[in-house]
């Protein structure tokens, strides 16, 4: 929507409030490539300057070098990519059940699931770790320590909002094309699989940004669940072993934070039509 | 050919309902009843009998100055943050409306970016910029004549750590705001602005009397996302404070519930305060449901 009317100065001065805050809003993530590129005495330097005349990459490799960084960084990865195809596998149905079918209950389920958005994560960290420790005493993979252990929460609690999210975009494929598949022979689940997946995909993608997101971020249950076994801990966690209290390696935490926010970065740019339209439809829903 | 059994949608349901039964309702139901025992770590561990407290814990944490402390703490500071959040995400919505593409490329652009910052690396980046010894905002403050900034550590004293804390929060989620606005925005016809102004309104008058009424249900939605989210911030505070401030000064529901579980093994006093957080939560959603119906939305 452009305005006809707005005056030639007014935008002039618009536009350069936008750049400028464009400028203030990107400072702290350019800072902290800045910081992770800068050789490590120009990082805790009385003297901060806003660009550097020598890069280098040594934070980079005390970061790779020093801690069990690129194994952290797997396991990021491990949980987060089990957590959006598992969830997004399972919200598609659970979303064609309640768009496709009239049955009791229907509106009460949407009501549980709207209301299920709302319950803090937080709050449940107490009770799931008791449940967690006594779930891996009989079935190993899913106990306190275990990747398991953080992947299973997370596509329970990433569920609900995906499955809201979803409603729209699987209501938007016509009922009519599901009465031609069936007459043209096509059975329940070859219609499911082969026809409405495909066509609510760019919906999963919008989706699952957001199961990925909230799992590469989590803190709370990385630090509460992998209790001792290092091996299995996520990026979070690696990070604050650079806080020291003889002082903080700050370049080395500048250099995580880079590699942990990159991946998310690529994501956003990679879905980021999909999730701005994406969101429109769940909001007007 | 259309075989409409009753129980398919069931099976579709079906795996959605058992994770989302066994891994979140089930632990619902779970902290509601820690909460009403005695669970400590003798208890965890076998050594003693659990035993029924009733209200003991909520009579124990209502008892508690330092927990109503952090209760009003934490809802004046979801307040600030919503509120900040709002007004920064609404007036850049609207500014992304009176600028040319390329300047609405750099603020959409550096807006994704902030949004898509985890909160660990947000808080790590945010707590570097604003370090007393090598951050550069203090040195640009005394730089522009404030020399009460040298050196100034933010975090030693509450208020200035919770501004820090503040700062931090709006920059990571007022893009969500603002995308979602401008969406809103833009999805208002143009014909029907133009017959307005072809009426002879107002810029303001547009705005208030077409603009605004249909942005309403967009500006609903993300003022309750931003209150649930706000409320819960967990992340920001254990790392920028350092779990909670100086003696505890920074606390808030969540850090506090988590302190008192994990690090003092209180967990039922922890339970206690999560079903503290839930029902204010509840309370929440359900005005957003009795608003939604308002307005007439079906679900």
Partial sequence: MSFPRVRRPWRLAAEAAAVLTAAVVAFPLYWMVLSAVKPAGEVQSEDPRPWTSQPSLDAFRRVFGQQDFARYFLNSLLVAGTVVMVSAVVAFLAATAVTRFRFRFRTTLLVMFLVAQMVPVEALTIPLFFLLRDAGQTVPGIGLNTLGSLILPHIAFSLPFAIWMLRGFVRAVPEALEEAAYLDGAGRSRFLWQILFPLVFPGLVATSVFSFISTWNDFLFAKSFIVSATENSTLPMALLVFFKDEGNDWGGIMAASTVMTVPVLVFFVLVQRRLVSGLGGAVKD | ?299
């Avoid at chain 2, 090598?134 to 100034?152: H, N």
């Avoid at chain 2, 254990?238 to 506090?256: D, K, P, S």
């Fill in chain 2, 1 to 299: 050919m259309r075989t409409h059994s009753r129980w398919t949608p069931w099976l579709y349901l079906a795996p959605a309902l058992v994770l989302i039964g066994g891994l979140l309702v089930y632990p619902v139901y779970e902290l509601g009843l820690i909460s009403f025992l005695e669970y400590t770590q003798a208890q965890v561990s076998g050594g003693r009998p659990t035993s029924f407290q009733g209200f003991g814990n909520y009579a124990a944490l209502f008892g508690d100055p330092q927990f109503r402390d952090v209760l009003v703490t934490t809802v004046l500071f979801a307040a600030a943050c919503v509120l900040s959040t709002l007004a920064v995400g609404c007036a850049l919505a609207v500014l992304l409306t009176r600028v040319r593409a390329l300047p609405r490329l750099a603020l959409m652009a550096a807006a994704l970016g902030a949004w898509a910052t985890p909160a660990v690396t947000g808080s790590t980046v945010w707590l570097f910029l604003f370090d007393p010894d090598f951050g550069p905002v203090d040195k640009a403050l005394t730089g522009i004549g404030l020399s009460g900034f040298e050196g100034y550590a933010w975090t030693y004293d509450r208020y200035s750590a919770f501004a820090l804390v503040l700062l931090e929060v709006v920059w990571c989620s007022f893009p969500f705001v603002m995308v979602t606005v401008y969406a809103g925005i833009r999805a208002v016809p143009r014909a029907v602005l133009e017959a307005a102004a072809l009426d002879g309104a107002s810029q303001w008058r547009i705005w208030r009397g077409v603009t605004a009424p249909m942005l309403r249900p967009i500006l609903v939605v993300v003022t309750i996302q931003s209150v649930i989210w706000d409320f819960k911030v967990f992340t920001q505070i254990y790392v920028m404070t350092n779990g909670g401030g100086i003696a505890g000064q920074n606390l808030t529901l969540n850090v506090y519930a988590y302190q008192k579980a994990f690090a003092s093994s209180q967990y039922s006093l922890g339970s206690a305060i999560g079903v503290v957080m839930l029902l204010i939560l509840l309370a929440v959603t359900l005005g957003y449901l009795r608003l939604l119906r308002r307005q007439g939305e079906e679900i």
